[in-house]
């Protein structure tokens, strides 16, 4: 899962799990930034052979999701058929499919991504994640770890990463009021406003799905921008 990072000053969100380090030429690196790439191969050389979908974790939970029928109907162009499309908005982005199960090196979750992006401001995921329960072969269909890392190269990566030292008191926070699937959360502050630990500043509409979010510390609001809450410390917090 994931994506790379090559802006550092981007803020640590609740969906945020870890951060790799790898070399820029590093296959996991060029494989997520060739998004375009991925988009004019599946034009030409999906052969249908439904690895992706047979190991996709949604598809094995029962999610109504096939990413070869997306790979299909992006390669026919045209209007794609709707519960095809609405799929992709049921994709975790795991990364199975094109890290694992696609041995032409596509990506079904590219295709998602962009679909997703074009679909989820308008479409609520809730109404598609009907899951008819785990498929037969639910556990066959589990994917070895260690397997993973050595097809990512990555095994020489998986060390222990213990926490040393003490977290650092930033003098800035930048606090997006979208973190997840859903809608951005409503702001309430505004430029200027002093806020403390847990102060409300964005609000989710009741039965909308999203999350409220709150100050992380005390200080003054200096920015509210591209959906982004920046609060500049000040004024003692815990
Ligand atoms: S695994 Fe690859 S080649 Fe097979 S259907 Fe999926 S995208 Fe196409
Ligand atoms: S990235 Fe999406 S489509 Fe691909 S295996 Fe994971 S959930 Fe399924």
């Known amino acids: 899962m994931g994506e790379v990072v ?7 969100t609740k969906t945020t799990k870890g ?13 997520l930034a060739a998004e375009h790439a991925q988009l004019r191969w599946a034009y030409s050389v999906c052969c249908q052979c439904t690895m ?25 162009g045209g209007p794609m058929d709707a519960e095809v499309a609405a799929g992709a908005l049921l994709c975790s982005e795991c990364g199975v499919c094109d890290h694992y199960a696609c041995f032409m090196g596509l990506s079904p ?4 991504q962009r679909l997703k992006a074009e679909l989820g401001s308008k479409q609520d995921v809730r109404q ?10 639910f556990a066959d269909g589990q994917v070895p770890a260690q397997r993973l890392m050595a097809h990512l190269k990555l095994i020489r990566w998986n060390q222990p990463a213990p926490f040393r030292g003490t977290l650092p008191a930033g003098a800035r926070v930048t606090i997006p009021l979208k ?21 409300l500043l964005g609000r989710m ?11 992380s510390i005390a200080g003054t ?17 815990a």
């Open 221 to 237: 609001v200096t920015a509210i921008a591209d959906g982004k809450v920046v609060i500049e410390r000040g004024g003692g917090d």
């Open 52 to 76: 992706c979908t047979d190991l996709c974790p949604r598809r094995l939970l029962g999610h109504p999701l096939w990413p070869h029928r997306l790979m299909r109907a992006l390669a026919a």
């Open 6 to 12: 090559d802006d550092l000053s981007q803020p640590v």
């Open 109 to 112: 979750r590219r295709v998602n």
């Open 205 to 215: 509409a009741q039965g909308s799905l999203g999350a409220s979010v709150h100050s």
């Open 19 to 31: 951060l790799i380090v790898l070399p820029g030429d590093h296959v996991v690196v060029t494989r």
């Open 179 to 199: 973190q997840h699937v859903g809608l951005a959360a409503s702001c309430q502050v505004e430029v200027g406003e002093v806020v403390e630990p847990g102060t």
């Open 128 to 137: 598609f994640s009907m899951s008819e329960g785990a498929r037969p072969g």
